[in-house]
């Protein structure tokens, strides 16, 4: 049986002429072609021209990232879940947005990435020599801090002997805790 389809944008409602490309929304609940919901070129310009990112600020808290966006024509989308794919170098929100802004996205999200990262402890080695005990590390940023002699004050805070920063002294704190769990288990199986 030969039938007929009016294409009709479920977005306008319009009827319209497909170009080389039909546009049309993933419905797996859909059995048949009526259920097809496409979208006319009008509106797939519309959308385009409307996700274009002026700025985004990424933020991950316990293990999951978001983002918050600002579009150029005003609109905020805030604590969007969104996935970074490095094969393709696009940021996937949970809402549908053209590849140029998934792309845009992930070059936000890239600088953003190397800045915390830069922050990081690459490695730490920690030394005890007679009444000495000092640390030696570097950060992704290249940071480099040499045989810096440390205590750790009844307070839980670290005290270095030259001025280092926070954002290291934390880490070597943590690094430090466990370093001083793993000694104690050596002392007690000796
Ligand atoms: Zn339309």
């Not at 385009?48 to 600002?70: G, M, P, R």
């Not at 005003?74 to 549908?96: A, I, K, Q």
């Not at 205590?151 to 926070?166: A, K, N, S, Y």
């Amino acid at each position: 049986m030969i039938r007929t389809l009016d294409i009709v944008c479920s977005e306008c409602g319009e009827a319209f002429v497909p170009g080389e490309k039909l546009y049309y929304r993933d419905n797996y609940m859909a059995t048949s072609i009526r259920d097809t919901k496409f979208i006319c070129p009008a509106c797939i310009a519309k959308w385009e021209a409307k996700w274009q990112i002026k700025d985004a600020s990424f933020n991950e808290k316990d293990y999951v990232l978001t983002v918050d966006i600002e579009l150029e024509d005003g609109s905020f989308y805030e604590h969007m879940d969104c996935t970074p794919l490095d094969e393709t170098e696009t940021v996937v929100v949970g809402e549908d947005i053209p590849v140029a802004a998934q792309r845009r996205l992930y070059e936000i999200y890239a600088a953003w990435d190397r800045e915390r990262k830069a922050h990081y402890l690459k490695d730490c080695i920690f030394t005890d020599e007679f009444m000495r005990t000092s640390f030696t590390c570097e950060t992704y940023g290249g940071e480099k801090f040499d045989n810096v002699a440390f205590r750790v004050t009844m307070r839980g805070e670290l005290q270095t002997e030259i001025p280092v920063p926070d954002y290291i002294k934390k880490q070597i704190l943590e690094a430090y805790k466990l370093y001083e769990a793993q000694n104690m288990d050596e002392t007690i199986e000796d």
